[in-house]
Structures are given as C-alpha cells and as structure tokens.
C-alpha cells in the first residue's frame, strides 16, 4: 500500500499568510470550514506536523479558488513564488538558483525537481523529459493520482513556474499537461 501523499506545512502557511495579507483569509476559511467541519483539524496540523495531508490542501484550493478557478490559483502562484524568494524552506534554494543561473533558463528550471523534493513527500519524483532551446518538459514520474487529478493545484504551481521565468527576465510561462501517462511540466519562453 502506497504512503498518503503530504505537502510540506510551510507551504500551506504560506498560502495562508498570503491570504492573511490580502485580507481574504477570514472569508475563505469560513468557507471552508462549512463546506468540510473535518479540515479544522487539518489547518491546526499545518502548526504542528512538518507534512500535512495534500488531499486537504487540495479542499483548501478549491476554497481559495471559489467561483474563479484556475485563474486565481495561477496569480496565487505568482504572488506565493515572490513570498517564497523572501521567506521559508526553498527560499535559499531559490534565491541562489536565480542569482547563479537567471540567463539560462533551463538551467534555471532544474532548480524544480529540488523543490519537488522539499515541499512533497510520497509523491515520486520529476524528471526531465526533454530540454530545448525556447523548452523544457519534466515529467512526474510515480506520482499518485492525487496529483495528477488536482487541477487547482496545477494552476498554482503554473504560476509558481511562470513567476520563476519573469524573475530570470523570460517572456514566458509554465503549464502542466496531464496525458496517459500522468502529468508534465512545461515550461516555454523566448530568446
């Protein structure tokens, strides 16, 4: 039997402290917790655990994405990218991987398998599957199907990925294609 997929706490508070900032928090944890009593317990463990279940931060995307979707996940992600270069457990990662590879994107891109490793547990693992010069695809290779199936989170980490590429000056954008053999990371970009 396979171990339950978990992100990292940080993440999730993360979000929240976004949220927080922007005065949306209040509303969307009443949603929340009306729609789903039971992830009470799950925010509380994001103050305690290190790893917390992804099946609740997914619940909690759909709240934070209401009646908008995808669209607010991606500038989510964006704004969560920024947040993270200042503070929490990629932040060091991530700042020394823009300044030491910013004008080589691709280079630029293989800071994503660490984060992967940083911020997942049980969730296998990325691998580049092809490299280019305007491209490059990872492939989540032994990833449940809780990732694969979890669109809301995918426009997240679309935007976490684009907001990477502006930061190294690229006129670009990542998304992630789900197929038959899970899903991709795909990011393009010019010059």
Same mark, same amino acid.
């Given at each position: 039997m396979r171990a339950e997929c978990q992100i990292s706490s940080s993440v999730v508070n993360g979000v929240r402290r976004l949220l927080i900032d922007e005065g949306r928090w209040q509303e969307i944890e009443r949603a929340l917790l009306e729609r789903d009593p039971d992830m009470?317990?799950?925010?509380?463990?994001?103050?305690?655990? =290190?790893?917390? &279940?992804?099946?609740?931060h997914r619940r909690l995307l759909e709240a934070v994405g209401g009646d908008e979707g995808a669209p607010a996940l991606r500038r989510l992600g964006h704004a969560r990218l &920024?947040?993270?270069?200042?503070?929490?457990?990629?932040?060091?990662?991530?700042?020394?991987?823009?300044?030491?590879?910013?004008?080589? =994107?691709?280079?630029?891109?293989h800071v994503a =398998?660490?984060?992967?490793?940083?911020?997942?547990?049980?969730?296998?693992?990325?691998?580049?599957?092809?490299?280019? =010069?305007?491209?490059?695809?990872?492939?989540?290779?032994?990833a449940p199907e809780a990732l694969h199936s979890a669109t809301l989170w995918h426009a997240l980490v679309e935007g976490y990925g684009t907001e990477l590429l502006r930061r190294s000056g690229r006129d670009g954008e990542?998304?992630?294609?789900?197929?038959?053999?899970?899903?991709?990371?795909?990011g393009t970009w010019d010059r």
């Open positions: 009470e317990d799950w925010l509380e463990d994001t103050g305690r655990r =290190p790893y917390v &279940s992804f099946a609740g &920024s947040a993270a270069m200042d503070l929490g457990p990629v932040a060091p990662i991530l700042r020394c991987w823009v300044r030491q590879y910013a004008h080589i =994107p691709t280079a630029l891109l =398998p660490y984060v992967w490793d940083v911020i997942l547990r049980h969730a296998g693992r990325l691998q580049i599957e092809e490299t280019g =010069p305007h491209r490059m695809v990872y492939r989540a290779v032994d990542v998304r992630v294609q789900v197929d038959a053999r899970g899903f991709a990371l795909v």
